[in-house]
C-alpha cells in the first residue's frame, strides 16, 4: 500500500468525479462570488463484529491528504539539527502509535522528476487514513442502503442484507468546497457473514487494507491525533458509546 512512486502534479482538464464551478450571487446587496465542486453524494458504514466486539474499518492511501503534507512540511522553515533530529523523532513515535492498530512498513516515496530526491517528499504514510467503509451514490438505479451493502461487501468482505442497515443520520461534508451529503449507516456482523477479504474493486484501483478496532480501544483510537482518520470515525464511535455501548455492557474507554 504504502509504496508509492513516479509522483507527478498536473492540471486536472476533465473528471468523472469532480467539476470545478464559480456561483456569482447577492447576499444581504452584496456581490459574491464563491468557487467550489460539485461532486457526488456518498454513502458510509459503521461495521461492528459482534463476534469479535470489534470495528471494521478500511485504510487507505489518499493522494489529497499526501499533497497536503507535501504542501505543509515544504512550507516549514529549516531546523537546526538538533530540531531535526527532536522532530524526527516525534515524528517516529507518532508513526509508531499508528502502526500499532494495523502495523505496516512505510516506505520513501519516489520522484519521477529529473533532479529531484525521495527526501523532497514525506514518507508514504503520511497520505494513509483510517475511515469508515463508505462510497460514492453513483448508481441511481440503487437505493442508499443497496449502494451501502455494495460498498461492505466490496472493502470489507461481509455480506449483509440491505435491510439490516440501521441509517443514523446525513450530513453534509466539505461544506466550503462540495458541499456534498453523506448519509451514515450501522450494521452488525458477525464472523458468519464474512464472504471474502475485502478490499476493494481491484477494475476501479482500489487498495484497501481491512482494519478491526476493539470496542475497549475505540474512544483512545478516536482522540489520538497521531493517528490520522477522517471525522467519520470520530462521530460513529461517539454515536455507538452513547446508543449501543449499554447492550454490549463493555467499556469504550472514553
Given at each position: 500500500m504504502?509504496?508509492?512512486?513516479?509522483?507527478?502534479?498536473?492540471?486536472?482538464?476533465?473528471?468523472?468525479?469532480?467539476?470545478?464551478?464559480?456561483?456569482?450571487?447577492?447576499?444581504?446587496?452584496?456581490?459574491?462570488?464563491?468557487?467550489?465542486?460539485?461532486?457526488?453524494?456518498?454513502?458510509?458504514?459503521?461495521?461492528f463484529?459482534?463476534?469479535?466486539?470489534?470495528?471494521?474499518?478500511?485504510?487507505?492511501f489518499r493522494?489529497?491528504?499526501?499533497?497536503?503534507?507535501?504542501?505543509?512540511i515544504?512550507?516549514?522553515?529549516?531546523?537546526?539539527?538538533?530540531?531535526?533530529?527532536?522532530?524526527?523523532?516525534?515524528?517516529?513515535?507518532?508513526?509508531?502509535?499508528?502502526?500499532?492498530?494495523?502495523?505496516?512498513?512505510?516506505?520513501?516515496v519516489?520522484?519521477?522528476?529529473?533532479g529531484e530526491?525521495?527526501?523532497?517528499?514525506?514518507?508514504?504514510?503520511?497520505?494513509?487514513?483510517y475511515?469508515?467503509?463508505?462510497?460514492?451514490?453513483?448508481?441511481?438505479?440503487?437505493?442508499?442502503?443497496?449502494?451501502?451493502?455494495?460498498?461492505?461487501?466490496?472493502?470489507?468482505?461481509?455480506?449483509?442484507?440491505?435491510?439490516?442497515?440501521?441509517?443514523?443520520?446525513?450530513?453534509?461534508?466539505?461544506?466550503?468546497?462540495?458541499?456534498?451529503?453523506?448519509?451514515?449507516?450501522?450494521?452488525?456482523?458477525?464472523?458468519?457473514?464474512?464472504?471474502?477479504?475485502?478490499?476493494?474493486?481491484?477494475?476501479?484501483?482500489?487498495?484497501?487494507?481491512?482494519?478491526?478496532?476493539?470496542?475497549?480501544?475505540?474512544?483512545?483510537?478516536?482522540?489520538?491525533?497521531?493517528?490520522?482518520?477522517?471525522?467519520?470515525?470520530?462521530?460513529?464511535?461517539?454515536?455507538?458509546?452513547?446508543?449501543?455501548?449499554?447492550?454490549?455492557?463493555?467499556?469504550?474507554?472514553?
Amino acid at each position: 500500500m504504502e509504496e508509492i512512486t513516479s509522483v507527478d502534479v498536473g492540471p486536472c482538464p476533465e473528471s468523472e468525479y469532480l467539476k470545478p464551478l464559480r456561483v456569482s450571487y447577492n447576499q444581504n446587496g452584496t456581490k459574491k462570488t464563491w468557487d467550489f465542486m460539485q461532486t457526488h453524494d456518498s454513502v458510509s458504514v459503521l461495521i461492528f463484529n459482534t463476534t469479535s466486539h470489534c470495528f471494521v474499518l478500511v485504510k487507505q492511501f489518499r493522494p489529497a491528504v499526501y499533497m497536503c503534507e507535501w504542501e505543509r512540511i515544504k512550507k516549514q522553515p529549516p531546523q537546526p539539527a538538533d530540531k531535526a533530529e527532536e522532530g524526527a523523532a516525534e515524528e517516529a513515535a507518532a508513526e509508531g502509535a499508528a502502526e500499532a492498530a494495523a502495523p505496516e512498513s512505510p516506505q520513501e516515496v519516489q520522484s519521477a522528476s529529473e533532479g529531484e530526491s525521495s527526501s523532497q517528499f514525506p514518507p508514504a504514510s503520511a497520505g494513509v487514513t483510517y475511515e469508515l467503509c463508505a462510497g460514492l451514490v453513483d448508481k441511481p438505479d440503487l437505493s442508499l442502503e443497496e449502494i451501502a451493502r455494495q460498498e461492505v461487501l466490496e472493502e470489507c468482505g461481509y455480506d449483509v442484507p440491505a435491510a439490516k442497515l440501521k441509517r443514523i443520520t446525513s450530513y453534509r461534508s466539505g461544506v466550503g468546497v462540495t458541499g456534498a451529503k453523506q448519509t451514515l449507516f450501522y450494521a452488525e456482523v458477525s464472523d458468519d457473514n464474512c464472504v471474502g477479504a475485502g478490499g476493494g474493486e481491484p477494475s476501479e484501483g482500489e487498495l484497501i487494507e481491512v482494519v478491526k478496532v476493539p470496542l475497549h480501544e475505540a474512544m483512545t483510537f478516536a482522540y489520538d491525533e497521531r493517528i490520522p482518520k477522517t471525522m467519520g470515525v470520530i462521530f460513529s464511535f461517539i454515536w455507538f458509546h452513547n446508543n449501543m455501548s449499554p447492550k454490549y455492557k463493555i467499556s469504550t474507554n472514553v
